[in-house]
Each structure stands twice: as structure tokens, then as C-alpha cells.
């Protein structure tokens, strides 16, 4: 079978300090492009992919043999990934791909929140999570006991996109080195008050009324706000490395921000707007000296889909041949 994945652009956390009693809360959106994997049984454990992917399957495979005996026995391929550590929830979409695969093949009625408490996911942020299984705008409740709970879940337009930058800068750190900064930071209830604040009266009803300029106010202003929880951290409110390239993109776009520890970083637009805009960002980013890649994010409003080779083959025929 075949596995096809979002990416995840994180729009923030809310209350690191769990001044009502819960940790974080996350928001997050669906984008198309992320990890495409096949997995079939096989008469060994194979696994074709490269350096930190192949170890996050082999991690997944075994954590699923000791929870739900399922065995070892699986030809695992990475025929396209998310490049990691750029803040796009690499080893969140992987390793979901990968459980969500062998619970399929082994017929197990388990659920996609399951797996994810069963392999680890989900103690700081639900947004990785629930746009893999839903696509579109997601708001989680915080840490609670278990997983954080889904709260909202919503389309994303899709005349909306995101013009995002992926520079060739330090990457974000990797789930052990952010372990010890997320469990002894904490935040300001202040923050985490006016960040709800603009979410419940702010960025929801521009998502519902399809404003987009509203949509994109609230959010640049959530992520000024999300980094005061975090600029001990990271040096200010952004990335100090990437704070030109938002502030350009904030002047040009109708919202901006950092997705998670960065350094991917993304402008709110409508679809039809790239092109010219995606030229300006080109020429800014030589005059910098920084180099990078830059694309057209669209909305992922389904989440991942499973489907069989054929299935796959005969749309990929179809699609070469339209």
C-alpha cells in the first residue's frame, strides 16, 4: 500500500506556564506535500530509506511489535519525505505513515490518536497529529493526561495558500535536544491570555467569514506573541538568522510566520498571487546572500490518505497523461 502524507506548518503554541492546569495548545494547518511511503509484508524487515528516516521507521516498527505484536516482517520505502528539522513535523507524518501501514496490513481496529499515544507523539503538540489524520485547520486543547484533544477543526480555503521559505540556514533541533527546553521553560499566563484571546475572537471568525486579511493580521500577531514564550531560547521573538526574511514577507504578504523551531518560514497569500510575489522573495533572498528554496504551499484539507499500488499507478498514468 501506499501512503501519502500532509506537512505540517505550526502556527504556535499557547500556554507553555499551564496556568489553567494544561500545558501548551497548538494550532496548525494541513499543507499537500509531505511524506509519500509504501509498505508491503516481505520475508524481512527492509527498509529503503536514508539516514534519520530509516531510523525513525526501524524506532516505529519495533514500538509496534512490542505494543500490538505485529511482527517485523515489512518492506518499507520512502519514495518522497519531508526534509527534517526545518519545522515541518517530519518525524510526527513518518511515523504515523508508518504504524497506520502496519495496523492496515495486520487488520488492527486501532485509531490514529491511539497510535500516536502508543508511539510517543503528541507531548507538547496535537497539530502534527490531527493534520495527519484530518487535513485543514487544527487547534488542539493542550496536555492534559493523554494526548492533547482536538478542539476545532476546520477547512482551509482553497484559494488560500502559503508562499513558503525553507532556507538553507542551521536547522531546528531534533526532539532529544528540544526535550530539556520544553520541559523547563515557562511561559507568561499574560501571553497565553491575549494569544486565546485573538485565537476565540480573532483568527477563528476570520477563518469562518473567509476573511483573509483578518485571518492573516491575527496570525502574525499570534506569532509575535508565541515568540515572548520562547525568546530565551531562540534569541527574540524569530529566529534571529530568519527575522528579515518574515519581516519582508510580513510587508508583502497578508500574515507571516515561523513554523515551529524554523527555519521553514511562510506568508499567508491567495493562490493566485504567488508568482509575482514568489520573484520578489527570490531577488530579497540573493541581495542576502541566503539561499533556500521556495514554494507554492496549498492546503491539505483531507489528511493522509492510504490507497493500494494500482490505485496509485493508475492515477500517476493518468496524471502524465492529462
Not at 504556535?12 to 511511503?37: M, T
Not at 524487515?45 to 530509516?54: P, R
Not at 503538540?125 to 482536538?150: E, H, M, N, Q, W
Not at 531546528?172 to 499566563?189: I, L
Amino acid at each position: 500500500m501506499i501512503i501519502r502524507t500532509p506537512r505540517r506548518l505550526h502556527l504556535g503554541l499557547i500556554d507553555p506556564s499551564a496556568s489553567l492546569g494544561r500545558r501548551f495548545g497548538s494550532l496548525g494547518v494541513g499543507i499537500k506535500g509531505g511524506y509519500e511511503v509504501k509498505i508491503v509484508e516481505s520475508e524481512k524487515l527492509e527498509i529503503k530509506a536514508e539516514g534519520e528516516d530509516a531510523e525513525t521507521i526501524a524506532r516505529t516498527v519495533k514500538r509496534m511489535n512490542l505494543k500490538y505484536n505485529t511482527g517485523v516482517n515489512f518492506l518499507i520505502e520512502v519514495r518522497k519525505g519531508i526534509p527534517r528539522h526545518v519545522g515541518l513535523g517530519s518525524t510526527t507524518q513518518l511515523t504515523l505513515a508508518t504504524a497506520l501501514g502496519i495496523a492496515k496490513l495486520r487488520n488492527l481496529k486501532v485509531s490514529v490518536e491511539e497510535l500516536a499515544k502508543a508511539l510517543g507523539r503528541g507531548r507538547n503538540s496535537g497539530a502534527g497529529i490531527y493534520t495527519f489524520k484530518y487535513g485543514g485547520f487544527v487547534l488542539d486543547g493542550g496536555v492534559g493526561r493523554g494526548i492533547p484533544p482536538l478542539i476545532v477543526r476546520k477547512e482551509f480555503p482553497e484559494d488560500w495558500a502559503f508562499l513558503l521559505v525553507i532556507p538553507e540556514l542551521k536547522p531546528g533541533p531534533d526532539e532529544e535536544e528540544e526535550r530539556p527546553v520544553m520541559s523547563e521553560m515557562v511561559g507568561r499566563a499574560d501571553v497565553a491570555m491575549e494569544i486565546s484571546h485573538r485565537i476565540l475572537l480573532g483568527l477563528l471568525p476570520a477563518l469562518e467569514e473567509r476573511n483573509i486579511r483578518s485571518f492573516g493580521e491575527h496570525m502574525s500577531a499570534i506569532q509575535r506573541l508565541v515568540g515572548k514564550h520562547f525568546e530565551a531560547y531562540q534569541g527574540g521573538e524569530f529566529r534571529e538568522d530568519i527575522r528579515a526574511i518574515l519581516e519582508f514577507l510580513c510587508g508583502k504578504t497578508y500574515g507571516c510566520g515561523q513554523s515551529s523551531w524554523g527555519p521553514a518560514v511562510y506568508g499567508l497569500i491567495r493562490r493566485e498571487e504567488f508568482q509575482g510575489l514568489s520573484a520578489e522573495v527570490v531577488d530579497f533572498l540573493r541581495e542576502q546572500g541566503i539561499g533556500g528554496t521556495i514554494e507554492l504551499a496549498l492546503p491539505n484539507n483531507n489528511g493522509a490518505e492510504i490507497m493500494g499500488e494500482n490505485v496509485f499507478l493508475e492515477r500517476l498514468i493518468k496524471s502524465v497523461g492529462g
